[in-house]
């Protein structure tokens, strides 16, 4: 059963700091990996997908990558700014569904000016 | 690009009662359409699917059900709500020939 794991769960930084926020996966039979943002109270946003067959993804200050041998997603933002602040969440789709992502938990990310 | 409508946006319901969440879509056709749940300090579970009018799979046993009377209508719904149905839903969206995961901006349920 596959299972998706982000840690911390909780970081704080001050301002203009660089970061790498982590995401595990149980099973490497995946499809593709994608990366969420989630502000309190509202619904997620996309910010990178990242197929199988990829390494990685870039989108402005942020950088995903992904090892699927290895079970691991890194979502690397630049600079970071107070507007970063947010929950991040990364979600697998497993290699045998056509439609369901299997979700972590989530990492809460405040960006202290 | 695809909009993702949800309503009511926040709802407080007493225990027992029914519910009916709406979810709308617009700028895609014969999209797959999802209901997920996110429970307080929990991570998001998927609890229907549909890939089509009147096609509905259910992920976990429970005390809710969907419909889709529509292409780009999605309704959540239950007869007697109970307690821990209390959460945020959210209705999301994959493109046929896409793969990126849309969601709306969900609905806060309360139950009391």
């Known amino acids: 059963k596959q299972e998706v794991t982000q840690i911390p769960a909780a970081l704080s930084v001050p301002e203009g700091e660089n970061l790498v926020l982590n995401c595990s996966f149980t099973?490497?039979?995946?499809?593709?990996l994608q990366w969420f943002r989630q502000d309190p109270g509202k619904g997620l946003t996309s910010l990178l997908l990242?197929?199988?067959?990829?390494r990685e993804q870039t989108s402005g200050r942020l950088n995903a990558s992904l090892d699927k041998s290895s079970g691991r997603s890194t979502l690397y933002i630049a600079a970071s700014q107070p507007g970063d602040s947010a929950t991040y969440l990364c979600?697998?789709?497993?290699?045998?569904?056509?439609?369901?992502?299997?979700f972590g938990s989530g990492t809460r990310l405040l960006v202290r000016p | 690009s695809q909009t993702i409508h949800q309503w009511p946006a926040t709802l407080v319901q007493p225990v027992g009662s029914p519910l009916s969440l709406e979810c709308t879509v617009e700028?895609?056709?014969?999209?797959?359409l999802y209901w997920y749940r996110q429970a307080a300090g929990r991570g998001l579970q998927l609890l229907f699917y549909?890939?089509?009018?009147?096609?509905i799979s259910s992920e976990v046993p429970q005390n809710l059900s969907a419909s889709r009377p529509q292409d780009r209508q999605f309704i959540l719904s239950s007869k007697k709500l109970l307690l821990s149905d209390s959460g945020f839903y959210l209705c999301?969206?994959?493109?046929?020939?896409?793969?990126?995961?849309?969601f709306g901006e969900g609905s806060w349920l309360t139950v009391v």
């Open positions: 979600a697998v789709r497993p290699a045998d569904s056509s439609y369901k992502l299997i």
């Open positions: 099973d490497s039979a995946i499809y593709n």
């Open positions: 990242i197929q199988s067959s990829q």
């Open positions: 700028g895609t056709s014969n999209p797959n």
């Open positions: 549909s890939v089509g009018i009147g096609q």
């Open positions: 999301a969206l994959r493109q046929p020939s896409g793969n990126t995961i849309y």
